[in-house]
């Protein structure tokens, strides 16, 4: 079935760039997907990557996309304290409207 | 941009309450809406995917009879916890899809069985 990883924990210093890693399965995927949660709430989505790109920059945000890997990334560039949330990545399953979440990667981000 | 509303956003109720959740998109119409579950720490599960005008569709292991939904209109969907248990309480939060556009996401509701 599908499956999508990540690491669970990042931690870096306010103005650094972080990157926070994915993996999924579904080589089919239409689009890929790296939401924002911050503590009690909703999903907010950054951005999205349609499968036959490669790179997708948005302001801070860059997302890198090797599909032959199955592996996806999100760097955020000038990390903010802002920016601290827990970051899920998704895939769309080919054929239907449904999402498959990560694991969700926990950022902190200090001063 | 797409703006999903869900309502309440806390509910602290009695077990065996039937406690209902609305979830809205505002500015678009969604044919099809989609209802997840998150424990604590843990990532989204997708329960059902709700339909306007017709029946949802239930992911694997949800209850339909516990879990009910119904998609009346094309702005609103509502998911009904029945006669609900402890083992329930969770983060319940609603997505909807304008056509062509990705899923957009409501502020989720907390619901807490005593």
């Known amino acids: 079935g599908e499956d999508v990883e990540q690491s669970l924990f990042l931690s870096v210093r306010e103005g650094d760039s972080s990157v926070i890693n994915c993996t999924y399965t579904?080589?089919?995927?239409?689009?890929l997907y790296w939401y924002k949660q911050e503590p009690g709430a909703g999903l907010q989505l950054l951005t999205y990557i349609f499968s036959n790109m490669d790179m997708k920059q948005d302001q801070r945000l860059t997302v890198l996309l090797n599909k032959k890997d199955k592996h996806l990334s999100l760097r955020i560039a000038d990390t903010q304290t802002g920016d601290s949330a827990i970051y899920f990545c998704?895939?769309?399953?080919?054929?239907?409207?449904?999402?498959?979440f990560g694991t969700g990667t926990r950022l902190q981000v200090f001063p | 941009g797409a703006v999903v509303s869900q309502h309440p956003s806390w509910v602290i109720c009695k077990s065996g309450t039937s406690v209902k959740i609305e979830c809205r998109s505002l500015d678009f119409q969604a044919t099809t809406m989609f209802w997840y579950r998150q424990f604590p720490k843990q990532s989204l599960m997708l329960m059902a995917t709700s339909n306007e005008g017709s029946k949802a569709t239930y992911e694997q292991g949800v209850e339909k009879d516990k879990f009910l939904i119904n998609h009346a209109s094309l702005t609103l969907s509502t998911l009904t916890v029945t006669s609900a248990h402890p083992e329930d309480s969770s983060f319940y939060i609603c997505?909807?899809?304008?056509?062509?556009?990705?899923?957009?996401f409501g502020d989720g509701t907390r619901l807490s069985i005593l």
């Open positions: 997505s909807a899809r304008d056509p062509d556009q990705p899923q957009h």
């Open positions: 998704a895939e769309s399953i080919s054929g239907t409207d449904k999402l498959i």
């Open positions: 579904d080589s089919s995927s239409t689009y």
